[in-house]
């Protein structure tokens, strides 16, 4: 399998877990969003540098990735505006959604190279609706 450049260049606050993640063949989202509690424990334990919570926020940017079709540039906005699961994003209402990513960018000074607009949103929703068990 050919490593994924994207999880390569998580953010340097995971760069513990990009580590952990890359050594150990994890470098797929798809394997990324299937990680388990006991799996995330594990891990913690192999590698004290490694944290629950920046694995759990990995594994949620993976289920976004991986179901919605994300990139992981909205994934990464999706969980910086709180939403940490398919079962929050799917009770969101999606023009205060639109509000918070708009006010989060313009925080950031980041401009997405594809504008996040109230349709892609609303079918991040309608998707998450069916899939938020994940």
Known sequence: MKRNKEIENLPINFRHEKQYILINNLDSWE???DLST???NQIIVRSPLCTESRLIKIRAIATFIFFLNLTPQEGYLLLHCGVGSMKAL???NPHNLEKNIGRLERSLKIKMTEPI???KIKHWISKAKILEDY
Request: aromatic share 0%; hydrophobic share 50%; net charge positive.
């Open 117 to 119: 607009n109230l349709i």
């Open 38 to 40: 006991k799996d995330i």
């Open 90 to 92: 799917s009770i969101l």
């Open 31 to 33: 394997k990324l969003k």
